[in-house]
Nanobody, 119 residues
């Protein structure tokens, strides 16, 4: 059974920084990509950033150079460095991984971690 465990959320002032981490455990044979999504109250879940197993990154337009996704594939861990945070970045942040498990690629989600940007 594969589990994703996130950490690093919290309360931060506008302009501040946070680093989110997400580690997968279980019988994992490989990975296709890792990603971070977020969902604010009353809004749809949206993609923030994605990184492939070969290190190719993609960012949502609203990131505008403020966030950085990175990974340690050998540890099945993905990070999201959040900088220059704005109140509108307040949301639950979820990690997602497409992993090779039991002879097929499957999608797995973390439980979410709250990021609150407020003075």
């Amino acid at each position: 059974q594969v589990q994703l465990v996130e950490s690093g959320g919290g309360l931060v002032q506008p302009g501040g920084s946070l680093r989110l981490s997400c580690a997968a455990s279980g019988s994992i044979s490989g990975l296709n990509f890792m990603a971070w999504y977020r969902q604010a109250p009353g809004k749809e879940r949206e993609l923030v950033a994605q990184i492939t197993g070969t290190g190719v990154t993609t960012y949502a337009g609203f990131v505008k150079g403020r966030f950085t996704i990175s990974s340690e594939n050998a540890k099945n861990t993905v990070y999201l460095q959040l900088s220059s945070l704005k109140p509108e970045d307040t949301a639950f942040y979820y990690c997602m991984m497409q992993l090779y498990v039991s002879l097929s690629f499957r999608d797995y989600w973390g439980q979410g971690t709250q990021v609150t940007v407020s003075s």
